[in-house]
Protein backbone atom coordinates (compact mmCIF):
# COMPACT_ATOMS: atom_id res chain seq x y z
CA UNK A 1 0.00 0.00 0.00
CA UNK A 2 1.35 2.86 -0.85
CA UNK A 3 1.09 6.07 1.87
CA UNK A 4 0.06 9.63 0.61
CA UNK A 5 3.20 11.68 1.57
CA UNK A 6 3.09 13.25 5.02
CA UNK A 7 -0.52 10.76 5.94
CA UNK A 8 -2.92 13.46 6.70
CA UNK A 9 -4.07 13.08 10.61
CA UNK A 10 -7.63 14.93 10.41
CA UNK A 11 -9.08 16.65 13.07
CA UNK A 12 -8.94 15.37 16.91
CA UNK A 13 -6.57 12.46 16.19
CA UNK A 14 -5.00 12.87 19.06
CA UNK A 15 -6.46 12.36 22.53
CA UNK A 16 -6.00 14.05 26.09
CA UNK A 17 -2.76 12.46 27.06
CA UNK A 18 -5.45 11.61 30.50
CA UNK A 19 -7.78 10.02 28.20
CA UNK A 20 -5.17 7.48 26.88
CA UNK A 21 -3.81 6.47 30.10
CA UNK A 22 -7.29 5.30 31.08
CA UNK A 23 -7.41 2.94 27.87
CA UNK A 24 -6.43 -0.13 27.55
CA UNK A 25 -2.56 -0.76 27.93
CA UNK A 26 -2.36 -3.80 26.27
CA UNK A 27 -3.37 -4.06 22.32
CA UNK A 28 -5.06 -7.26 21.44
CA UNK A 29 -2.71 -9.42 19.36
CA UNK A 30 -0.06 -7.82 20.39
CA UNK A 31 3.05 -8.81 22.25
CA UNK A 32 5.55 -7.22 23.89
CA UNK A 33 9.09 -8.60 23.33
CA UNK A 34 12.87 -7.25 24.19
CA UNK A 35 13.03 -5.49 20.89
CA UNK A 36 9.67 -3.40 20.33
CA UNK A 37 5.91 -5.35 19.92
CA UNK A 38 5.20 -8.09 18.15
CA UNK A 39 1.79 -7.56 15.75
CA UNK A 40 -0.09 -10.06 13.40
CA UNK A 41 -0.48 -8.30 10.15
CA UNK A 42 -2.62 -9.99 7.34
CA UNK A 43 -1.56 -10.44 4.16
CA UNK A 44 -3.56 -11.44 0.95
CA UNK A 45 -2.50 -14.35 -0.78
CA UNK A 46 -1.63 -13.69 -4.48
CA UNK A 47 -5.15 -15.42 -5.53
CA UNK A 48 -6.98 -13.20 -4.01
CA UNK A 49 -9.16 -15.54 -1.78
CA UNK A 50 -8.11 -15.75 1.54
CA UNK A 51 -6.12 -13.70 4.03
CA UNK A 52 -2.82 -14.61 6.02
CA UNK A 53 -1.17 -13.48 9.24
CA UNK A 54 2.79 -12.97 9.40
CA UNK A 55 4.09 -12.16 13.04
CA UNK A 56 6.38 -8.86 12.94
CA UNK A 57 8.12 -6.65 15.73
CA UNK A 58 8.14 -3.15 15.36
CA UNK A 59 9.58 -0.66 17.34
CA UNK A 60 7.44 0.78 20.40
CA UNK A 61 5.25 3.44 19.49
CA UNK A 62 3.59 5.42 21.91
CA UNK A 63 0.23 7.23 21.56
CA UNK A 64 -2.72 5.50 19.07
CA UNK A 65 -1.63 7.51 16.16
CA UNK A 66 1.69 6.62 15.89
CA UNK A 67 0.49 2.98 16.46
CA UNK A 68 -1.83 2.79 13.57
CA UNK A 69 0.76 4.76 11.21
CA UNK A 70 3.53 2.06 12.17
CA UNK A 71 0.62 -0.14 11.24
CA UNK A 72 -0.11 0.75 7.97
CA UNK A 73 3.27 1.09 7.05
CA UNK A 74 3.69 -2.41 7.70
CA UNK A 75 0.87 -3.39 5.49
CA UNK A 76 2.08 -2.05 2.95
CA UNK A 77 5.15 -3.86 3.07
CA UNK A 78 5.92 -7.11 0.96
CA UNK A 79 5.63 -10.12 3.18
CA UNK A 80 8.59 -12.38 4.08
CA UNK A 81 6.52 -14.81 2.09
CA UNK A 82 6.61 -14.70 -1.80
CA UNK A 83 2.91 -16.27 -2.27
CA UNK A 84 1.83 -13.14 -0.17
CA UNK A 85 1.42 -9.66 -1.18
CA UNK A 86 0.37 -6.68 0.69
CA UNK A 87 -2.66 -5.91 2.11
CA UNK A 88 -3.62 -2.93 -0.21
CA UNK A 89 -2.71 -2.69 -3.69
CA UNK A 90 -0.27 0.48 -4.91
CA UNK A 91 -2.94 2.12 -6.05
CA UNK A 92 -4.94 2.56 -3.21
CA UNK A 93 -4.32 5.22 -0.76
CA UNK A 94 -5.25 6.00 2.51
CA UNK A 95 -6.33 9.50 2.93
CA UNK A 96 -6.44 9.97 6.47
CA UNK A 97 -7.43 8.71 10.15
CA UNK A 98 -8.82 9.55 13.51
CA UNK A 99 -9.38 8.61 16.67
CA UNK A 100 -12.80 8.82 18.65
CA UNK A 101 -13.18 7.23 21.94
CA UNK A 102 -12.10 4.22 21.29
CA UNK A 103 -12.74 4.06 17.32
CA UNK A 104 -10.46 4.32 14.41
CA UNK A 105 -12.05 5.90 11.49
CA UNK A 106 -10.15 5.37 8.20
CA UNK A 107 -10.41 7.07 5.34
CA UNK A 108 -9.77 5.36 1.91
CA UNK A 109 -9.27 7.38 -1.27
CA UNK A 110 -11.69 7.19 -4.65
CA UNK A 111 -10.09 3.88 -5.93
CA UNK A 112 -11.07 1.77 -3.06
CA UNK A 113 -14.60 1.98 -4.72
CA UNK A 114 -12.66 0.47 -8.07
CA UNK A 115 -11.46 -2.98 -6.33
CA UNK A 116 -13.49 -6.21 -7.09
CA UNK A 117 -16.16 -7.40 -4.08
CA UNK A 118 -13.94 -10.50 -2.77
CA UNK A 119 -10.97 -8.42 -3.20
CA UNK A 120 -12.65 -5.46 -1.28
CA UNK A 121 -13.99 -7.77 1.61
CA UNK A 122 -10.54 -9.44 2.21
CA UNK A 123 -8.88 -6.37 2.55
CA UNK A 124 -11.16 -5.11 4.73
CA UNK A 125 -10.87 -8.02 7.42
CA UNK A 126 -6.99 -7.60 6.40
CA UNK A 127 -6.82 -3.88 7.69
CA UNK A 128 -9.02 -4.41 10.40
CA UNK A 129 -7.84 -7.37 12.24
CA UNK A 130 -4.45 -5.77 11.83
CA UNK A 131 -5.55 -2.18 13.07
CA UNK A 132 -7.61 -3.47 16.31
CA UNK A 133 -4.45 -4.21 18.10
CA UNK A 134 -3.62 -0.44 18.31
CA UNK A 135 -3.98 0.53 22.14
CA UNK A 136 -7.25 1.43 23.17
CA UNK A 137 -8.73 0.70 19.68
CA UNK A 138 -12.71 -1.11 20.01
CA UNK A 139 -13.52 -0.57 16.56
CA UNK A 140 -12.55 0.47 13.28
CA UNK A 141 -14.88 2.45 10.72
CA UNK A 142 -14.15 2.99 6.88
CA UNK A 143 -14.95 5.20 4.34
CA UNK A 144 -13.99 6.14 1.22
CA UNK A 145 -13.24 9.96 0.00
CA UNK A 146 -15.76 10.90 3.31
CA UNK A 147 -18.52 9.26 2.45
CA UNK A 148 -19.58 5.50 3.89
CA UNK A 149 -18.57 2.79 2.75
CA UNK A 150 -20.84 0.52 1.69
CA UNK A 151 -21.10 -3.49 0.85
CA UNK A 152 -22.23 -5.37 -2.94
CA UNK A 153 -26.06 -4.88 -1.78
CA UNK A 154 -25.31 -1.15 -1.56
CA UNK A 155 -25.91 -1.27 2.97
CA UNK A 156 -23.94 0.74 4.77
CA UNK A 157 -20.47 -1.13 6.54
CA UNK A 158 -20.80 0.41 10.14
CA UNK A 159 -18.18 0.09 12.78
CA UNK A 160 -16.58 -3.35 13.13
CA UNK A 161 -13.96 -5.67 15.31
CA UNK A 162 -12.22 -8.19 14.84
CA UNK A 163 -14.43 -10.33 15.82
CA UNK A 164 -16.68 -8.99 13.43
CA UNK A 165 -14.45 -11.54 10.88
CA UNK A 166 -15.77 -14.73 12.27
CA UNK A 167 -12.38 -16.19 14.39
CA UNK A 168 -12.02 -19.55 15.93
CA UNK A 169 -10.45 -18.61 19.54
CA UNK A 170 -7.91 -21.01 21.13
CA UNK A 171 -6.54 -22.26 18.13
CA UNK A 172 -3.66 -21.08 16.19
CA UNK A 173 -5.44 -19.98 12.97
CA UNK A 174 -3.51 -18.17 10.06
CA UNK A 175 -5.73 -18.30 7.07
CA UNK A 176 -9.02 -16.35 6.45
CA UNK A 177 -11.31 -17.52 3.26
CA UNK A 178 -14.13 -15.55 2.51
CA UNK A 179 -17.84 -17.66 1.49
CA UNK A 180 -21.32 -17.12 0.34
CA UNK A 181 -23.50 -18.85 2.68
CA UNK A 182 -27.65 -18.98 2.20
CA UNK A 183 -29.29 -18.17 5.07
CA UNK A 184 -32.78 -18.40 6.04
CA UNK A 185 -34.07 -15.43 8.24
CA UNK A 186 -37.40 -14.35 8.98
CA UNK A 187 -39.71 -12.29 7.40
CA UNK A 188 -41.34 -9.04 8.83
CA UNK A 189 -44.25 -10.66 10.31
CA UNK A 190 -42.13 -13.50 12.39
CA UNK A 191 -44.27 -16.60 10.56
CA UNK A 192 -41.93 -17.18 7.06
CA UNK A 193 -38.68 -17.54 6.22
CA UNK A 194 -36.47 -15.49 3.56
CA UNK A 195 -33.62 -16.83 1.90
CA UNK A 196 -30.75 -14.56 2.13
CA UNK A 197 -26.86 -14.77 0.52
CA UNK A 198 -24.51 -14.30 3.07
CA UNK A 199 -20.76 -13.01 2.42
CA UNK A 200 -18.66 -13.36 5.55
CA UNK A 201 -14.61 -13.96 5.98
CA UNK A 202 -13.82 -17.01 8.44
CA UNK A 203 -10.93 -18.69 9.59
CA UNK A 204 -10.27 -21.48 7.87
CA UNK A 205 -9.90 -23.86 10.95
CA UNK A 206 -13.41 -23.51 11.40
CA UNK A 207 -16.32 -25.90 10.01
CA UNK A 208 -19.02 -24.42 7.45
CA UNK A 209 -21.82 -26.34 10.10
CA UNK A 210 -20.87 -24.04 12.93
CA UNK A 211 -19.77 -20.79 10.72
CA UNK A 212 -23.80 -21.41 9.54
CA UNK A 213 -24.97 -21.40 13.10
CA UNK A 214 -23.04 -18.75 14.49
CA UNK A 215 -24.10 -16.27 11.36
CA UNK A 216 -27.46 -17.04 12.17
CA UNK A 217 -27.11 -16.56 15.73
CA UNK A 218 -25.54 -12.88 14.62
CA UNK A 219 -28.44 -12.27 12.89
CA UNK A 220 -29.16 -10.66 8.57
CA UNK A 221 -27.27 -8.28 7.47
CA UNK A 222 -29.88 -5.39 6.03
CA UNK A 223 -33.51 -5.05 6.68
CA UNK A 224 -35.29 -7.28 4.25
CA UNK A 225 -34.84 -10.20 6.71
CA UNK A 226 -35.06 -10.24 10.94
CA UNK A 227 -33.41 -12.23 13.11
CA UNK A 228 -34.69 -15.25 14.82
CA UNK A 229 -32.29 -16.63 17.31
CA UNK A 230 -32.09 -15.19 20.57
CA UNK A 231 -28.10 -13.26 20.11
CA UNK A 232 -27.62 -14.25 23.23
CA UNK A 233 -26.87 -17.76 22.75
CA UNK A 234 -23.42 -19.74 22.96
CA UNK A 235 -23.01 -22.13 20.22
CA UNK A 236 -21.38 -25.38 22.26
CA UNK A 237 -20.73 -27.33 19.57
CA UNK A 238 -21.30 -28.12 15.87
CA UNK A 239 -21.06 -31.65 14.04
CA UNK A 240 -22.09 -34.12 11.48
CA UNK A 241 -22.47 -37.68 10.87
CA UNK A 242 -24.22 -39.80 8.46
CA UNK A 243 -25.42 -36.43 6.91
CA UNK A 244 -26.89 -35.95 9.93
CA UNK A 245 -25.99 -31.95 11.65
CA UNK A 246 -25.82 -32.01 15.55
CA UNK A 247 -25.95 -28.63 16.78
CA UNK A 248 -26.16 -28.33 20.91
CA UNK A 249 -26.83 -24.78 21.78
CA UNK A 250 -27.01 -23.12 25.43
CA UNK A 251 -30.16 -22.23 27.02
CA UNK A 252 -30.39 -18.88 25.86
CA UNK A 253 -31.57 -20.46 22.85
CA UNK A 254 -34.94 -21.81 24.45
CA UNK A 255 -35.15 -18.07 25.44
CA UNK A 256 -36.99 -16.02 22.78
CA UNK A 257 -36.70 -12.37 22.26
CA UNK A 258 -37.97 -11.94 18.46
CA UNK A 259 -41.66 -12.03 17.26
CA UNK A 260 -41.12 -14.93 15.08
CA UNK A 261 -43.27 -18.48 15.17
CA UNK A 262 -41.58 -22.14 16.58
CA UNK A 263 -40.98 -23.36 13.36
CA UNK A 264 -39.78 -20.62 11.58
CA UNK A 265 -37.01 -20.85 14.75
CA UNK A 266 -36.22 -24.31 14.06
CA UNK A 267 -36.30 -24.06 10.15
CA UNK A 268 -34.03 -21.15 10.04
CA UNK A 269 -31.23 -23.66 11.18
CA UNK A 270 -32.34 -26.95 9.37
CA UNK A 271 -32.72 -25.20 6.42
CA UNK A 272 -29.68 -23.19 6.40
CA UNK A 273 -27.27 -25.99 7.79
CA UNK A 274 -29.32 -28.30 4.95
CA UNK A 275 -28.01 -26.18 2.05
CA UNK A 276 -24.49 -27.27 2.75
CA UNK A 277 -23.72 -30.70 0.37
CA UNK A 278 -23.01 -33.06 3.52
CA UNK A 279 -25.93 -32.45 5.56
CA UNK A 280 -29.51 -33.45 5.19
CA UNK A 281 -31.15 -33.48 8.35
CA UNK A 282 -30.39 -31.52 12.01
CA UNK A 283 -30.81 -32.32 15.28
CA UNK A 284 -30.84 -29.58 18.48
CA UNK A 285 -29.77 -29.77 21.60
CA UNK A 286 -29.66 -27.82 24.77
CA UNK A 287 -26.81 -28.07 26.77
CA UNK A 288 -26.14 -31.38 25.53
CA UNK A 289 -29.68 -32.35 25.99
CA UNK A 290 -32.48 -33.35 23.41
CA UNK A 291 -35.23 -34.39 26.15
CA UNK A 292 -36.50 -30.92 25.88
CA UNK A 293 -39.89 -29.39 23.92
CA UNK A 294 -39.14 -26.31 21.99
CA UNK A 295 -42.04 -24.07 22.56
CA UNK A 296 -44.45 -26.89 23.24
CA UNK A 297 -44.18 -27.44 19.67
CA UNK A 298 -40.98 -29.08 18.66
CA UNK A 299 -39.81 -32.52 20.43
CA UNK A 300 -35.49 -31.72 20.56
CA UNK A 301 -35.53 -35.68 20.34
CA UNK A 302 -36.62 -35.66 16.71
CA UNK A 303 -34.59 -35.55 13.94
CA UNK A 304 -35.83 -32.68 11.10
CA UNK A 305 -35.58 -32.50 7.49
CA UNK A 306 -35.73 -29.13 5.24
CA UNK A 307 -38.75 -27.60 4.90
CA UNK A 308 -39.32 -25.30 2.02
CA UNK A 309 -42.89 -24.87 2.40
CA UNK A 310 -42.18 -22.33 5.15
CA UNK A 311 -40.45 -20.31 2.75
CA UNK A 312 -43.11 -19.66 0.15
CA UNK A 313 -46.21 -17.02 0.80
CA UNK A 314 -49.74 -18.52 0.94
CA UNK A 315 -50.39 -17.93 -2.72
CA UNK A 316 -47.41 -19.68 -3.61
CA UNK A 317 -48.62 -23.14 -1.44
CA UNK A 318 -52.08 -22.49 -2.90
Do not use: W
Not at 117 to 141: C, P, W
Not at 161 to 170: L, M, S, W
Not at 257 to 262: E, F, L, M
Amino acid sequence: MELKRGIKFLKGAFLPAFILCMLCMTSCGARETEDGREYDIYYLNREETKIVRESRTLEEKEGQAAQTEALLEALAQAPRDASLKASVGTSVLVEGYQVEEGQLNLDMDESYKKLPATTEVLMRAALVRTLSQVDGINHVLMTVEGQSLTDGSGTAVGPMTADTFIDNAGEEINAYEMVTLRLYFANEAGDRLIETNCTVVYNSNISMERLVVENLVKGPEGDEAYPVINSATKVQGVTVKDGICYVNLDDAFLTQIYNVTADVVIYSLVNSLAELPNVNKVQIAVNGKTDLVFRESFNLANIYERNLEITRTEEETQ
